[in-house]
């Protein structure tokens, strides 16, 4: 018998480890301290990079798979630089 769901999709830091263990959809995210958002980033480009990872999920959502699949937002933001005060 299949199962039958709702449907999930996780986001992690480290997709690897959910994958292996047979998640079906798995949304790459930035760092184990900041899975959706990176604080380096200005408040703009940090709440466009959370958007982008929450756009991956929900077209992981929208996805029908069989097996464990990866999915990746659209574009990484450059880093921008950090300067002392």
């Given at each position: 018998m299949?199962?039958?769901g709702i449907p999930v999709a996780l986001i992690s830091a480290i997709p690897m480890v959910p994958i292996s263990v047979?998640?079906?959809r798995v949304v790459e995210g930035v760092s184990l301290q900041h899975?959706?958002?990176d604080p380096i980033l200005s408040k703009?480009?940090?709440r466009a990079?959370?958007?982008r990872i929450t756009e991956a999920a929900l077209q992981a959502l929208r996805t029908p798979v069989d097996r464990p699949t990866l999915f990746k937002p659209a574009e990484e933001p450059?880093?921008?630089p950090v300067h002392a005060s």
């Open positions: 299949a199962k039958v047979g998640a079906h899975v959706c958002g703009d480009r940090d990079l959370m958007m450059e880093k921008e």
